[in-house]
């Protein structure tokens, strides 16, 4: 299969589950859920679901669970509406990538913090005097 059929399949899976987990999925465990992405294996027998709960009150792995409840049904229903022969078996991985790129921003912004620490120590507060100017005014 084609790298761009691929693509346009897995886009169409994500939007098709998408909405059918917000409109039909009844489970207290799943929640609001954001699908972010999803992998078809080239021989289109598997599909990989990423998932990121909405606000977090729910635990990934309790979303998760649900969601892998709902499998047979949510595969049932994308097979129908996206008119596929036969639908991929659908599995749900938890997308940690928010969590992560939080936790470097807050790294990051820690580490800046620290930067301007040390700096505004040292004498002449880092070279911000400009050079150039009258020291009277």
């Known amino acids: 299969m ?4 691929s693509r346009r399949i ?3 899976i994500q939007r098709t589950l998408a ?3 917000a409109r039909e999925v ?3 465990r799943v929640g609001n859920v954001t ?6 294996a080239a021989d289109m027998g598997t599909a990989r679901v990423y998932f990121t709960p909405f606000a977090g009150r729910v635990a990934p792995e309790q ?3 649900g969601l892998t409840h709902a499998a047979s049904f949510l595969r049932g229903e994308l097979g129908r509406r ?3 022969r036969h639908a991929p078996r659908l599995e749900f ?5 928010a969590e992560g790129a939080a936790r470097l921003s807050s790294l990051i912004d820690q580490a800046v913090a620290s930067d301007r620490a040390t700096h505004t120590g040292e004498p002449g507060g880092g070279g911000d005097a400009g050079e150039g100017t009258d020291p009277q005014r």
């Open 26 to 28: 009844k489970d207290p």
């Open 82 to 84: 996206l008119a596929l």
């Open 93 to 97: 991985l938890f997308d940690d990538s």
């Open 35 to 40: 699908i972010t992405g999803v992998k078809v």
């Open 10 to 12: 897995e886009s169409e």
């Open 19 to 21: 909405a059918l987990i």
């Open 63 to 65: 979303v998760r669970r």
């Open 2 to 5: 084609s790298e761009a059929r």
